[in-house]
C-alpha cells in the first residue's frame, strides 16, 4: 500500500498543469452599406477547451469529477478609445454581445470594456473516472451595427468599398480555475489570451425617389408655362455620383420630349433641366448634361426645372410623359 502511494505521488509530481484555452472565429459583418434603414448583425462561434490530469498538481486530492469555471472577457478592440460602444477603425460604431437581446445588460465585457464589463461565464464538467482529457465546450458572440446617423457618417475612400476592422490581439483572454464540489471564482486559477478580429467593408450604395413635375392647369400655350419637381438622393459618404434622366416613355428622347393624352396623337413639347431654362438635364447624349453630386450620408433635395414652351395649343386633356431618373455609383 505504501509502495502504491508512493508512485502515485512521483506521478502527480510530474504531471503537467492543468490548463484552458479559446479560440474565436473572426467576427464578420460583411458587406455594409451605411445608409440602410436597418441594423446589422454577426455572429461568431468560439471553442472553450480545457485539460486537466487525474492527479492535478494544483490540488492535493484527485480530480475524480473534474469541474472548470472559465470567463471569457473581451476588452474594447485595438481602435476603441475606452468609450462605448467599440469601433471598427475609429468612427464605425458597433458592438458585442453575450446573447440575441442586443441589450446594454448583455454587452460582452471584461477588464477594461467600456459601460458593462461583463464576461461570459461558463462551467465545464465530466465524469470521467479513471483518466485525464479534455473537455470542450462552444460559445457564441454576437455583434451588431446600429442604423441610424452614426453609420450614415460612415464614408469610404477613393469611390472605393473601404474595409473598417478592429484586432483583439490583446483584448481577449480567458479565466478559469478546475475543482471538485465548490465553485470557486475563475479568477482564482490561471489565464490565457486568444485573437480574433472583427470587420465590415463599407460599400458604395445610393438610394433615389422623386416628386412629380406638375405643369397644373392651363389654358393657351402662348407662352413658357413652368414648375418645378424634386428628386431625393442618398448616397454614401465621399462617394461620388450621377443622375441621368431618359427621354420619356412618349418620345424616348432627351431633346424632345412629349406628354400625350390618354387616347389621341397629340402632343405637348416641354423640357427639363438642372437650372432655371438651362441645358437640358438627359443621360448626357446630344447636348444634354448629367448631374453630379457627392454623398454626404443623408437625403440630399435636387431641382428638376420643368419648361413648356409657346406652341400650337392642343385639344384639351390631361397630357402626361413618364421620365426614369437613374442614379450611378
Known sequence: MKRWLAIMLCAAGSAQADTCSATLNNVSFGSVSPITGSDIYASATGT???????????????????NAVVCVNLGTGSNSSGTTPRTLGTILQYNLYRD????AASIFGGPGTPSTPTPLTTVLTTTNLVTGGTINQSFTVYGKIPAGASLASVPTSGNNSTVYSSSF????????????LVQPACTTGGSSSFTFQASATVINDCTIAATPVNFGST???NGPKRATGSLSVRCTKNNDYQITLNGG?????VAARRMKPASGTERI??????TLDGAIWGDGSGASTKYS???????TSVTIYGMVPAQTTPTPGDYQDTVTATVIF
Request: net charge neutral; proline share 5%; with cysteine.
Open 48 to 66: 472553450i477547451s480545457c485539460t486537466w490530469t487525474l492527479f492535478s498538481p494544483t490540488f492535493p486530492f484527485l480530480l475524480l469529477f473534474p
Open 100 to 103: 440575441t437581446s442586443y441589450a
Open 169 to 180: 490581439t490583446g483584448y481577449a483572454t480567458i479565466n478559469y480555475a478546475f475543482y471538485n
Open 219 to 221: 389654358g393657351i400655350l
Open 249 to 253: 416613355s412618349v418620345a424616348n428622347n
Open 269 to 274: 413639347s416641354y423640357n427639363l433641366s438642372q
Open 293 to 299: 453630386g457627392t454623398g454626404t450620408g443623408a437625403a
